[in-house]
């Protein structure tokens, strides 16, 4: 069956907002495009928005953190996973630090082709936050064997005279390959001798960064064995991309070179795992990065960076980690309103008919409608619709197959989290403040926890359709919602999503909700008698009830 091709519809208000603060060429804040899984921010990104961000004047850098997780990336014919990134296997945070500096080193290349950053732009930032006299004479002693002098007390040279030396022998070095691109062969002498100079402090600065970060190593190897945190430390691994970061802020010219970052799927870095236990964790790294971009934001105004997220932790919880609900501009985007998208979908790609069964069953989600609409011209389709099927036989079997490969996986994940979590009580690795007095998830056993969790996630979905699918956890300014166990496990695997405004957690899709229900309805047929006993007295002496929060924030 042949039929009209899918087409990237545009989105006229948030590609505005987003123009608008990629026009600065230092901001003050670094901004947050988050929203639930499959409404287009990637496609909005690098379909809409990526080429004009690299015309003229702009130059944009686009990390995709999820790139090395191979079986759910497009860039290896694969698709996005429709939960979260945490069910995925975890990429080694070595290869996530390669992406980004690899990003910003070719940036900072494009600064040094325009003549925006020299050897000496490089010297002060680096001694700015480093004392590379150090590493510098080392390198020079290597380079220069026994020959050369070995600086004492008595015969002290200044760090600048270093550098310039180090500089001088490092440019010597420098390659053809790397010269590629920064300058025509044609240029004069002199003007070649300063972008190799530009270039070889580049590279000195990194083996500077490299050497220091090494004698570290020692120190990060007994943080990990004793646990704790050290932000000197945490600092450390972070080094170099901040002080690309610093140097291509810092360099950034209005209507001549303005360089922006785009760091995509960022909790990937929070999950991402070490090699060994001479490096810190991703979770580390991540919090060091984020917390360096917003300082130097804050203080001496930074490039754009814009982190894009499906993670609902970025709507409100890493506001508040980070220090308050406006450290980070924040940009939601929920997709099309059933309005917008009957606007575009309907005549061109689903008739009057098909489209009242899709926006009732699965919503209007873009992911949904375009996986609906290429089944819908599948060969599979046409046989079925032989047999004197309907549409909505379709839509069954694509709810079907959320159920089955998506849904049923998540919580069977969810489940585990849950007993983690009866084991941690067990063990008193929980806060006591959240096992308080009337909590329904208060008294987990010492043995049987697979049945209390699966109890406890069905007393929760219970009570999530008892709310309509739409618990509101401001309401009351208490946030309890988030102390339930099984809240946070949900939110984890990705099935429920927390906006920022309006204050609700919710399934990330209509269709995602449906096949909640069926997993409730399944479980519930599965349990034995004895079972179903232990289920009905948990929902009537300690179920959950969160009818209160239902309430809008006026």
């Given at each position: 069956?042949?039929?009209?091709?899918?087409?990237?519809?545009?989105?006229?208000?948030?590609?505005?907002?987003?123009?608008?603060?990629?026009?600065?060429?230092?901001?003050?804040?670094?901004?947050?495009?988050?929203?639930?899984?499959?409404?287009?921010?990637?496609?909005?990104?690098?379909?809409?928005?990526?080429?004009?961000?690299n015309?003229?004047?702009?130059?944009?850098?686009?990390?995709?953190?999820?790139?090395?997780?191979?079986?759910?990336?497009?860039?290896?014919?694969?698709?996005?996973?429709?939960?979260?990134?945490?069910?995925?296997?975890?990429?080694?945070?070595?290869?996530?630090?390669?992406?980004?500096?690899?990003?910003l080193?070719?940036?900072?290349?494009?600064?040094?082709?325009?003549?925006?950053?020299?050897?000496?732009?490089?010297?002060?930032?680096?001694?700015?936050?480093?004392?590379p006299?150090?590493v510098?004479?080392?390198?020079?002693?290597?380079?220069?064997?026994?020959?050369?002098?070995?600086?004492s007390?008595k015969?002290?040279?200044?760090t600048?005279?270093?550098?310039?030396?180090a500089?001088?022998?490092?440019?010597?070095?420098?390659?053809?390959?790397?010269?590629?691109?920064?300058?025509?062969?044609?240029?004069?002498?002199?003007e070649?001798?300063?972008?190799?100079?530009?270039?070889?402090?580049?590279?000195l600065?990194?083996?500077?960064?490299?050497?220091?970060?090494?004698?570290?190593?020692?120190?990060?190897?007994?943080?990990?064995?004793?646990?704790?945190?050290?932000?000197?430390?945490?600092?450390?691994?972070?080094?170099?991309?901040?002080?690309l970061?610093?140097?291509?802020?810092?360099?950034?010219?209005?209507?001549y070179?303005?360089?922006?970052?785009?760091?995509?799927?960022i909790?990937v870095?929070?999950?991402?795992?070490?090699?060994?236990?001479?490096?810190?964790?991703?979770?580390?790294?991540?919090d060091?990065?984020?917390?360096r971009?917003?300082?130097?934001g804050?203080?001496?105004?930074?490039?754009p960076?814009?982190?894009?997220?499906?993670?609902?932790?970025y709507?409100?919880?890493?506001?508040?980690?980070?220090?308050?609900?406006?450290?980070?501009?924040?940009?939601?985007?929920?997709?099309?309103?059933?309005?917008?998208?009957?606007?575009?979908?309907?005549?061109?790609?689903?008739?009057?008919s098909?489209?009242n069964?899709?926006?009732?069953?699965?919503?209007?989600?873009?992911?949904?409608?375009?996986?609906?609409?290429?089944?819908?011209?599948?060969?599979?389709?046409?046989?079925?619709?032989?047999?004197?099927?309907?549409?909505?036989?379709?839509v069954?079997?694509?709810?079907?197959?959320?159920?089955?490969?998506?849904?049923?996986?998540?919580?069977?994940k969810?489940?585990?989290?849950?007993?983690?979590?009866?084991?941690?009580?067990?063990?008193?690795?929980?806060?006591?403040?959240?096992?308080?007095?009337?909590?329904?998830?208060?008294?987990?056993?010492?043995?049987?926890?697979?049945?209390?969790?699966?109890?406890?996630?069905?007393d929760?979905?219970?009570?999530?359709?008892?709310t309509?699918?739409?618990?509101?956890?401001?309401?009351?300014?208490?946030?309890?919602?988030?102390?339930?166990?099984?809240?946070?496990?949900?939110?984890?695997?990705g099935l429920?999503?927390?906006?920022r405004?309006?204050?609700f957690?919710?399934?990330?899709?209509?269709?995602?909700?449906?096949?909640?229900?069926?997993?409730?309805?399944?479980?519930?047929?599965?349990?034995?008698?004895?079972?179903?006993?232990?289920?009905?007295w948990?929902?009537?002496?300690?179920?959950?009830?969160?009818?209160?929060?239902?309430?809008?924030?006026?």
């Amino acid at each position: 069956m042949s039929g009209k091709p899918w087409r990237i519809i545009p989105r006229p208000l948030l590609e505005t907002v987003l123009n608008n603060h990629a026009q600065h060429h230092r901001v003050p804040q670094p901004l947050i495009l988050h929203g639930p899984r499959g409404v287009g921010k990637t496609t909005l990104i690098l379909e809409r928005l990526y080429e004009k961000w690299n015309t003229g004047p702009h130059i944009t850098g686009y990390v995709d953190f999820a790139e090395s997780i191979e079986q759910y990336h497009p860039k290896h014919g694969h698709s996005y996973p429709y939960t979260s990134w945490n069910l995925c296997p975890p990429p080694k945070l070595a290869t996530l630090k390669t992406q980004l500096e690899s990003c910003l080193e070719s940036m900072a290349r494009r600064a040094i082709k325009l003549g925006n950053i020299s050897s000496a732009q490089i010297f002060t930032t680096l001694t700015k936050w480093h004392s590379p006299t150090t590493v510098l004479n080392q390198i020079l002693k290597t380079d220069s064997g026994s020959k050369m002098r070995v600086v004492s007390r008595k015969n002290k040279v200044s760090t600048s005279n270093l550098w310039e030396t180090a500089v001088f022998k490092l440019s010597a070095g420098v390659s053809e390959q790397e010269l590629d691109g920064v300058f025509d062969k044609s240029v004069r002498v002199e003007e070649g001798s300063y972008y190799k100079e530009a270039m070889a402090a580049l590279k000195l600065a990194k083996e500077v960064i490299g050497a220091q970060g090494k004698w570290r190593e020692n120190a990060i190897r007994d943080l990990n064995s004793k646990g704790g945190f050290s932000r000197s430390l945490a600092n450390s691994a972070t080094d170099w991309p901040c002080l690309l970061l610093e140097l291509l802020s810092l360099s950034a010219e209005m209507d001549y070179f303005q360089p922006k970052l785009v760091i995509n799927n960022i909790e990937v870095l929070k999950n991402a795992v070490r090699e060994d236990d001479k490096t810190i964790c991703g979770s580390m790294y991540h919090d060091s990065l984020i917390w360096r971009i917003i300082g130097l934001g804050a203080n001496e105004r930074c490039l754009p960076v814009v982190l894009v997220t499906s993670d609902s932790y970025y709507s409100y919880r890493a506001f508040m980690d980070f220090g308050f609900p406006d450290i980070f501009i924040s940009r939601e985007t929920f997709g099309w309103t059933p309005a917008e998208a009957k606007l575009h979908m309907v005549d061109d790609y689903f008739s009057q008919s098909e489209w009242n069964v899709i926006v009732d069953v699965l919503g209007p989600n873009p992911r949904h409608l375009f996986e609906v609409y290429a089944l819908k011209l599948s060969n599979y389709y046409q046989k079925v619709m032989n047999y004197e099927s309907t549409f909505e036989d379709i839509v069954d079997l694509y709810l079907a197959y959320l159920q089955v490969n998506v849904v049923n996986p998540a919580m069977d994940k969810a489940l585990l989290l849950l007993e983690k979590f009866a084991v941690d009580a067990q063990s008193g690795k929980i806060p006591k403040d959240k096992l308080r007095f009337g909590a329904p998830w208060r008294h987990p056993p010492k043995t049987n926890t697979s049945l209390w969790a699966k109890i406890q996630l069905m007393d929760f979905i219970q009570s999530l359709v008892s709310t309509g699918f739409a618990v509101n956890y401001f309401a009351d300014c208490s946030l309890e919602l988030l102390d339930d166990p099984s809240v946070l496990a949900m939110l984890e695997v990705g099935l429920l999503y927390t906006q920022r405004d309006p204050s609700f957690i919710r399934p990330v899709t209509r269709g995602i909700q449906r096949c909640l229900v069926r997993w409730l309805v399944q479980e519930r047929i599965g349990l034995s008698f004895k079972n179903s006993v232990r289920y009905r007295w948990q929902r009537a002496i300690r179920g959950r009830s969160y009818r209160h929060l239902l309430l809008y924030n006026k």
